[in-house]
């Protein structure tokens, strides 16, 4: 099996890319962001545990998405990897991701790291906000707060990557979505 990361901020365009990257590759897309969604939506215990932390903007704890992407590895099969997005977002969770990886004798094959500017991150989660009606991308002191915690708590699992000689950057902007698809999946075909 073959874990790649999509990296970048909120707003990169992980998600808007994940689909055609999975398809492209058979790779099952696993967006921790989604699931939680999932959760709130199915109105269950973690649901209402992550749902406040999450309109906040704040990360909800390692354990729970460490959790949920343990059972996914666990019971999803008939793929040829898996295309994490969202996760790792904190150093302790890309320690445990390597945990979880080595105890099944494998390893991150790639982080595929989706830049853009602040600015831009502000601008695309407006336009999204009118279309998917997120909580968390309703008021720009969340989205705000989201930002900061990226650059505190995320953007340091560059160095982790680097320094684990598997990081590699692509731009997320400018251009249509489709130019930056096309731009994301040549990065891609050079290191899958
Ligand atoms: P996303 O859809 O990736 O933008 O995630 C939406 C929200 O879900 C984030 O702002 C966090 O509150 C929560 N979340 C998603 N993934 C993680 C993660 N790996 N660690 C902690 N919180 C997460």
Redesign the pocket.
């Known amino acids: 099996m073959k874990y790649y990361i999509l990296f970048g901020p ?1 707003g990169a365009g992980k998600g808007t890319h994940a689909g055609a990257i999975a398809q492209k590759y058979n790779l099952k897309h696993l ?4 699931l ?1 969604r999932a959760e709130i939506a199915a109105g269950t215990e973690l649901g209402l545990k992550a749902k406040d ?2 309109s906040a ?4 704890p390692d354990e729970v ?1 460490e959790g949920m992407i343990e059972n996914a590895f666990e019971s999803i099969k008939g793929v040829d990897g898996f295309l994490l997005d ?5 150093l302790p ?1 890309a320690e445990a991701l390597d945990a979880i990886l080595s105890k099944r004798g494998e390893k991150v094959n790639g982080v595929i790291s989706i830049m853009i500017p602040d600015s831009l991150v502000f601008e695309r989660i407006a336009g999204r906000a009118k279309i998917e009606g997120r909580a ?1 991308d309703a008021s720009p002191e969340v989205i705000a707060h ?1 930002i900061q915690t990226y650059h505190n708590q995320t953007e340091p699992l560059k160095e982790y990557y680097r320094a684990a000689g598997n990081y590699y950057e692509v731009n997320g902007y400018p251009g249509t979505i489709e130019e930056n698809r096309n731009r994301v999946l040549a990065l891609v075909e050079t290191i899958i």
Do not use: A, K, M, Y
């Open positions: 909120p967006s921790t962001g989604e939680l932390l999450i903007g704040s990360l909800v998405v969202g996760f790792p977002r904190t969770q968390d989201r």
